[in-house]
């Protein structure tokens, strides 16, 4: 049997990322599954990765084609952000804006946010549009992490069921990721940007 893939994809920058503590708890949930599963970190700061330019091949881009390799390969991504003016990061818009149906359509993806104030709704909410667009599976089950200051502390997130719910979005990635996946969504029609690059 082979061992099921799991990526998560970390938009902070930050060197002390609460994003970054809570997408290693996921992928850990995804470890304890009693699958066989392989996890890897996709970390942006260790990527050259350019504003994003249509008319740039993505070969061309810095890092993008590795990022994007790294994500097509993939049974099921976990995209991770925290919550910037209302949204998601933009590193992770970057990564996402230099990948397309290739690396997406009809894969497994679960979402994490994180926000020191009140809960990052819109930041998932503007993550699952983005992956529905693409034609991806996106998981029901999804993760927040608000008020990063009291929740993570020495790299770990100190409230039990909090890290418990991030566990659980690597364990449903194991989980569903050969799910089949649903039809085409109507955005994917439009949606020519992920075309090829």
């Known amino acids: 049997m082979t061992a099921v893939h799991v990526v998560g994809v970390c938009g902070s920058l930050r060197d002390e990322s609460a994003t970054r503590v809570a997408l290693e708890r996921a992928l850990e949930g995804a470890g304890r599954t009693g699958k066989e599963v392989e996890t890897e970190l ?3 700061r260790e990527y050259e990765l350019p504003t994003f330019d249509a008319d740039r091949d993505r070969e ?3 890092d993008a084609e590795t990022i994007a390799a790294l994500i097509r390969k993939a049974d ?3 995209l991770g952000s925290p919550m910037y003016h209302g949204s998601y990061a933009s590193p ?24 020191g104030g009140a809960f990052p ?12 667009s693409l034609n991806a599976w996106v998981i029901p089950h999804e993760a927040a992490v ?8 020495d790299g770990t997130i100190v409230d039990d069921d909090l890290a418990d719910r991030v566990a659980t979005l690597g364990v449903r990635a194991v989980q569903y990721a050969s799910i089949e996946p649903d039809p085409d969504s109507f955005e994917s029609d439009h949606n020519v940007g992920a075309e090829g690059k």
């Open 146 to 153: 608000p008020r990063t200051g009291a929740a993570i502390a």
């Open 121 to 132: 709704v819109t930041a998932l909410e503007h993550l699952r549009s983005v992956c529905r």
């Open 92 to 115: 992770l818009k970057t990564a996402l804006d230099y990948c397309g149906f290739d690396e997406f359509e009809g894969k497994t993806v679960g979402l994490l946010a994180v926000s």
């Open 76 to 78: 099921a991504v976990v």
């Open 60 to 62: 061309e881009a810095g």
């Open 42 to 44: 996709i970390d942006l």
